[in-house]
């Protein structure tokens, strides 16, 4: 079974920074895109931003540009996201994927489990 797994959410004050991390499952998977998408209660799942493993191509929900940075490590295949400036509205759950790529949901075939982040007013 193929396994994505995230980790460092958590809670923190509007303003300040987190960092997620995301490591993808190696093997034939590394041509693929990873994804960050987020959920809030009662809402749909959106794109936040994408990187690609073969070139580093990045993009980013409009949302997010100038606050967010995705990056990877191929070496740890691991990818991150460094979130600065966070605002209540970033309050959700953060799922990291990896897939043909794309901004819908529909184009990532393997999910993590995902990790709540909460931003405090």
């Known amino acids: 079974q193929v396994q994505v797994v995230e980790s460092g959410g958590g809670l923190v004050q509007t303003g300040g920074s987190l960092r997620l991390s995301c490591v993808a499952p190696?093997?034939?998977?590394?041509?693929?895109?990873m994804g960050w998408f987020r959920q809030a209660p009662g809402k749909e799942r959106e794109f936040v931003s994408a990187?690609?493993?073969?070139?580093?191509?990045?993009s980013y929900a409009d949302s997010v540009k100038g606050r967010f940075t995705i990056s990877r490590d191929n070496a740890k295949r691991t990818v991150y996201l460094q979130m600065n400036s966070l605002k209540p509205e970033d309050t959700a759950v953060y799922f990291c994927?990896?897939?043909?790529?794309?901004?819908?949901?529909?184009?990532?075939?393997?999910w993590g489990q995902g990790t709540q982040v909460t931003v405090s007013s």
């Open positions: 190696g093997g034939t998977f590394s041509w693929y895109t």
């Open positions: 994927a990896t897939g043909r790529g794309g901004v819908v949901a529909s184009g990532y075939y393997y």
């Open positions: 990187t690609k493993w073969s070139d580093g191509t990045t």
